[in-house]
């Protein structure tokens, strides 16, 4: 295929990609070092109130934005430098805990609790989605071809179900006193409230991430068995291998690629937690990178944005994401190296 | 085709991989099926301690809403011929009635009077009929199953919840054909194309996968709501604010979701041989003939699965809508917040839970009708990688 015919059909995606993803970062980028404030001025104000015999009047200084010829606020960009990420990162609180040795006073400051909940959700969860989902595969693989269609058909379901209802139809069964906590609070004896502390919510949401993927991760494992080879397998039998032995040796191996393109896709989604703090109403308790930028960007009760906030902690949680993608991406990259000779 | 002895499982292999599938089943489909259960009761019942309360529901039924042995009886008898006549007597008649050429438009505007008539039928026309049947028949005819759909009625009338809807259906039909357009054509050349140039195409793509949305917001939001400022010079007095507007805020899916639809596209067009359209360059088509006339005709299936991600992406989405629309413009999911605000009492909560369902249902649907295709569609576009 010749360039021009090339161009003229990648142009058009790869055009929107540029405009909608490639300048954004770029505006992204530049934004987190600058601060875009309303220009206030100091104007002396004289109220005056009818009182008895003469009028009350007293002069005050209030701060009030300058009004251009429309009535609109003029604004000033001005040049910060690091300074929305110091107000983001907060160092020196941070190190003040670091010295003190104490995790409680890291932990208060939103980025940090941000990022230590964001990776510990996202390595966690990874072992547990690619574990059951090969589960369901094997299961689903063994059973018989008649109830295999009405068993993918449920399956898909926590899969294709949007992440925010998928997780209050979860919160709804907890909450309060859910048909869940009920039931517990029935066997136990003891008075349950999961939304009350950080630790059961943080259960709930592990649980609702896994319950979502581990779908996805089942219909394309369950797609790889598909394509065992056969002989290789019987080979396997004729060697005396356990079924243990044919599943680690046989089946594992000849399922890698699906395991590492899993594996990828968990990372980045994971890494983007959002929906499951938006269904749980953990704000309080539990935060995640994306929710920090999304707060950051959500009008005030004075209608401001903090954009630039919400700018250099968008450009923090990229370098996060570049640092998780560095090791698929370069066996990536060493597959088509490989392929190419 | 018989196993092999050796290849034969144990009774219990068997049997515990049958109980652990039966057990994820129920993980998964419960907590879909409680909120549906519970849209459907009074306040007091759906939060009730008990499952019974909530399944029977004993205070919607004392509240004058139930149904009788006849009717649940009547119900599944229409609910069983309504999914039957949808897969015969339905196509059927659109092969009869439709022109040739117009034949996706005839299936859709089947498929909305279909949906109509059954929503008349079954609300409108079958409570009538039962209420005459259910006061003759006495013991038969007496509520057992507690039931009411007054949340479906305040959540879709009261609080316009349509409005909600009619928005997402623009966002998503919006954003599955400019995703499906665009992405084809860039899945096509980069499958046929064997240069670097190409391969980093998709590296680059799949780095913009990763990228979380909330750095892309980011960026859109001041220039967004300063637009008209900014695109003054160029357009004149008539320069629109992009912010709050369904189009920016398609354009934006759309690109997000880019990425994703050059990768699952480009691997279905590597299944296609590419003898194919060489075939049909020798026979004199331009490279955008063969795409269009060779190509694309038996590269349906991919499209419909790319299709239904999409959909699910702009139908899903929550960040990107919650932020760049303004509250007139809303979709479903973030109106769904909304409630947030507003749940001071549990009967909110109730409208909440029926808001929820019905977000799920256009889903449900889809899952029940492309489940085949979704299957094979995330394997063929997976396997290859």
């Known amino acids: 295929m010749k360039f021009k015919t090339f161009a003229a059909f990648v142009g058009p995606s790869v055009f929107m990609m540029l405009l909608f993803i490639a300048a954004p970062l770029v505006s992204v980028f530049i934004q987190s070092f600058q601060v875009t404030q309303p220009i206030l001025e100091r104007v002396e104000?004289?109220?005056?109130?009818?009182?008895?015999?003469?009028?009350?009047?007293?002069?005050?200084?209030?701060?009030?934005?300058?009004?251009?010829?429309?009535?609109?606020?003029?604004?000033?960009?001005?040049?910060?430098?690091?300074?929305?990420?110091?107000?983001?990162?907060?160092?020196?609180?941070?190190?003040?805990?670091?010295?003190?040795?104490?995790?409680?006073?890291?932990?208060?400051?939103?980025?940090?609790?941000?990022l230590r909940f964001t990776l510990s959700f996202t390595l966690l969860t990874l072992p547990l989605v690619i574990g059951v989902g090969l589960a369901i595969a094997l299961?689903?693989?063994?059973?018989?071809?008649?109830?295999?269609?009405?068993?993918?058909?449920?399956?898909?379901?926590?899969?294709?179900?949007?992440?925010?209802?998928?997780s209050l139809s979860i919160y709804?069964?907890?909450?309060?006193?859910?048909?869940?906590?009920?039931?517990?609070?029935?066997?136990?004896?003891?008075?349950?409230?999961?939304?009350?502390?950080?630790?059961?919510i943080e259960l709930l949401m592990y649980f609702y991430r896994v319950w979502h993927v581990a779908p996805f991760a089942f219909v394309i494992f369950y797609a790889g068995l598909q394509t065992v080879n056969m002989d290789t397998l019987e080979s396997a039998v004729i060697d005396g291998a356990s079924r243990w032995e044919r599943l680690r040796h046989v089946i594992v191996p000849h399922l890698m690629p699906l395991i590492v393109f899993i594996a990828l896709i968990h990372l980045m989604d994971c890494y983007r937690v959002f929906e499951e703090i938006v269904g749980f109403r953990s704000q309080a308790h539990v935060i995640s990178l994306q929710w920090l930028t999304y707060d950051f960007m959500t009008p005030d009760d004075a209608g401001n944005r903090a954009i630039s906030r919400a700018s250099a902690s968008a450009m923090l949680t990229m370098i996060g994401i570049v640092f998780l993608l560095i090791l698929p991406l370069r066996r990536t990259w060493r597959d088509h190296k490989g392929s190419a000779h | 085709m018989s196993t092999p002895k050796a290849m034969q499982q144990s009774l219990a292999l068997r049997l515990s991989s049958g109980a652990f599938l039966a057990f994820w089943c129920v993980l998964a489909a419960f907590p879909i099926f409680w909120i549906a259960v519970m849209s459907f009761k009074s306040p007091v019942d759906a939060f009730a301690a008990s499952p019974w309360d909530v399944i029977f529901g004993p205070a919607t039924r004392a509240g004058g809403d139930g149904l009788s042995v006849i009717d649940i009886a009547f119900g599944l008898v229409v609910i069983f011929f309504a999914i039957r006549w949808a897969f015969t007597k339905l196509p059927a008649m659109v092969q009869i009635y439709c022109?040739?050429?117009?034949?996706?438009?005839?299936?859709?505007?089947?498929a909305v009077l279909y949906a109509v008539g059954f929503v008349l039928i079954f609300f409108g026309l079958m409570p009538l009929i039962l209420g005459v049947l259910n006061s003759l028949l006495g013991p038969l005819g007496a509520p057992v199953l507690g039931l009411t759909t007054e949340h479906y009625v305040a959540v879709w009338g009261e609080n316009e919840f349509y409005r909600n809807f009619l928005n997402s259906m623009l966002v998503t039909a919006g954003v599955v054909t400019i995703s499906l357009t665009v992405g084809t054509l860039a899945g096509y050349g980069l499958a046929r194309s064997g240069s670097d140039l190409a391969f980093w195409l998709l590296i680059l793509a799949l780095v913009f996968r990763a990228l979380p949305h909330s750095v892309l917001v980011a960026g859109y939001l001041p220039v967004f709501i300063n637009s008209s400022e900014i695109l003054r010079p160029i357009l004149g007095e008539g320069a629109p604010t992009l912010y709050g507007q369904p189009w920016a805020v398609?354009?934006?899916?759309v690109s997000i979701n880019q990425p994703f639809t050059i990768?699952?596209?480009?691997?279905?067009?590597?299944?296609?041989p590419a003898e194919l359209d060489e075939a049909a360059r020798v026979d004199g088509?331009?490279?955008?003939?063969?795409?269009?006339?060779?190509?694309?005709?038996?590269?349906?299936?991919?499209?419909?699965?790319?299709?239904?991600?999409?959909?699910?992406?702009?139908?899903?989405?929550?960040?990107?809508?919650?932020?760049?629309?303004?509250?007139?413009?809303?979709?479903?999911?973030?109106?769904?917040?909304?409630?947030?605000?507003?749940e001071t009492t549990t009967t909110d909560q109730v409208e909440a839970v029926a808001a929820a369902v019905s977000i799920t249902a256009p889903l449900f649907l889809l899952v029940m009708v492309f489940q085949r295709q979704i299957v094979s569609g995330l394997t063929a576009g997976a396997v290859k990688g």
């Open chain 2, 99 to 110: 022109p040739p050429g117009l034949m996706i438009l005839g299936w859709i505007f089947g």
């Open chain 1, 139 to 166: 299961a689903v693989n063994n059973a018989t071809r008649a109830i295999r269609g009405p068993i993918i058909f449920i399956s898909l379901l926590p899969f294709i179900i949007t992440p925010v209802i998928g």
């Open chain 2, 250 to 253: 398609i354009a934006v899916l």
């Open chain 1, 45 to 114: 104000v004289e109220t005056c109130t009818p009182g008895f015999l003469t009028q009350t009047c007293t002069t005050e200084t209030k701060t009030v934005p300058v009004l251009d010829d429309n009535g609109k606020t003029i604004t000033q960009t001005r040049w910060v430098g690091l300074q929305s990420y110091q107000n983001v990162l907060q160092m020196d609180k941070f190190w003040e805990a670091v010295s003190n040795g104490s995790w409680r006073d890291i932990m208060q400051i939103d980025f940090w609790k941000a």
């Open chain 1, 172 to 200: 709804w069964l907890f909450v309060g006193d859910g048909i869940l906590t009920a039931m517990m609070e029935r066997w136990t004896g003891t008075n349950i409230s999961m939304f009350a502390q950080a630790w059961t």
């Open chain 2, 263 to 272: 990768w699952m596209l480009r691997s279905f067009f590597q299944n296609i």
């Open chain 2, 285 to 342: 088509c331009s490279h955008f003939q063969a795409f269009r006339r060779v190509i694309m005709p038996v590269m349906w299936p991919g499209v419909i699965t790319t299709g239904l991600f999409s959909f699910l992406l702009g139908y899903n989405d929550f960040l990107v809508t919650s932020l760049l629309l303004d509250a007139q413009n809303q979709t479903m999911v973030p109106a769904i917040a909304g409630y947030f605000n507003r």
